[in-house]
């Protein structure tokens, strides 16, 4: 009975590790972006209302925005050969995460490298990076952006690769 019991055993744990071997491995995320206004140096934030965010699949990083308002048609273009794109892979809806009150773009993220654009009408500005696909079988990633109305010239926004944005403010563009 003792070596029943024990091949049973053996068979099960063998079983469940095999199990664990074929799950799905998957780099798709949904990109949750929570996109907050600064109207004065140092000052507080502030949900930026009426953001929109959009996603391109691009073969390489070197696709450019022209304008604001190249980022508000969503378009792209390939600097080198000035091919465009209008038609964005994908475009972001309205999330609102539970106990909070700021609303978050969902955005979802399929393929890579991937260049992910926000607009945020209200200030003109818009913001982009390029991401590749890092994490496996994580579901939402979630990153922060903050349009600093008072900056004058394109910053950088964000601690780390992947998770840092080109901010671009009002009157002025990538080729200057």
Same mark, same amino acid.
């Given at each position: 009975?003792?070596?029943?019991?024990?091949?049973?055993?053996?068979?099960?744990?063998?079983?469940?590790?095999?199990?664990?071997?074929?799950?799905?491995?998957?780099?798709?995320?949904?990109?949750?972006?929570?996109?907050?206004?600064?109207?004065?140096?140092?000052?507080?934030?502030?949900?930026?209302?009426?953001? #929109? @965010? !959009?996603? /391109?699949?691009?073969?390489?990083?070197?696709?450019?925005?022209?304008? %604001?308002?190249?980022?508000?048609?969503?378009?792209?273009?390939?600097?080198?050969?000035?091919?465009?794109?209008?038609?964005?892979d994908g475009?972001?809806e309205l999330?609102?995460a539970e106990?909070?009150?700021?609303?978050?773009?969902?955005?979802?993220?399929?393929?890579?490298?991937?260049?992910?654009?926000?607009?945020?009408?209200?200030?003109?500005? #818009? @913001? !982009?990076? /390029?991401?590749?696909?890092?994490?496996?079988?994580?579901?939402?990633? %979630?990153?922060?952006?903050?349009?600093?109305?008072?900056?004058?010239?394109?910053?950088?926004?964000?601690?780390?690769?992947?998770?840092?944005?080109?901010?671009?403010?009002?009157?002025?563009?990538?080729?200057?």
């Amino acid at each position: 009975m003792g070596k029943i019991l024990r091949n049973i055993t053996i068979v099960m744990v063998v079983a469940l590790v095999a199990t664990g071997c074929f799950k799905k491995v998957t780099t798709d995320t949904t990109l949750r972006i929570k996109v907050l206004s600064e109207e004065t140096s140092g000052g507080g934030t502030v949900a930026a209302e009426g953001c #929109y @965010a !959009y996603i /391109y699949y691009t073969d390489s990083e070197d696709w450019v925005i022209n304008s %604001y308002e190249d980022a508000a048609a969503k378009i792209i273009t390939h600097p080198e050969t000035g091919e465009t794109r209008s038609m964005p892979d994908g475009e972001s809806e309205l999330y609102q995460a539970e106990g909070s009150d700021v609303s978050y773009l969902s955005l979802f993220q399929g393929g890579s490298p991937a260049l992910v654009v926000v607009v945020y009408p209200e200030a003109q500005m #818009y @913001a !982009y990076n /390029y991401r590749k696909a890092e994490a496996v079988n994580l579901h939402y990633t %979630y990153l922060t952006l903050i349009f600093h109305k008072w900056k004058t010239e394109t910053y950088t926004e964000g601690s780390k690769d992947g998770y840092k944005w080109t901010v671009v403010p009002t009157l002025t563009t990538e080729n200057e």
